[in-house]
């Protein structure tokens, strides 16, 4: 999975794998897989530096306070289970945006 942030537009890109889980009398298999990108333009230019993305349970969150101008892109670390990244922590930011993803 690959997050990037160019100044208020946010891109999520990655690739599904095929998945196939076999226990005892459990068969379970998952039929989609391919590459997958969304991008939305937000109402607001989030501060790159405050950004975070948590994937927890197959759900992804990430939280963008807002800033007043931004003109850089900036790849965005994805934490998993819980475990905490070498990102500055966000204190009352002015305006948060949220995206959720899930991934089954």
């Known amino acids: 999975m690959d997050i990037r942030l160019e100044g208020d537009t946010p891109t999520i ?20 897989y391919g ?9 607001f230019a989030p501060n790159p530096d405050h950004v975070r993305a948590d994937f927890e349970n197959g759900v992804l969150t990430i939280r963008m306070p807002e800033q007043a101008q931004q003109e850089r892109s900036r790849r965005i670390e994805v934490r998993t289970g819980g475990t905490e990244a070498a990102q500055p922590a966000v204190t009352q930011p002015q305006q948060a945006g949220t995206i959720s993803a899930t991934h089954h």
């Open 35 to 43: 590459r997958f990108w969304r991008s939305m333009q937000l109402p």
């Open 13 to 32: 890109s990655g690739e599904k794998h095929e998945a196939e889980q076999q226990k005892e009398d459990l068969h379970v298999m998952e039929g989609r």
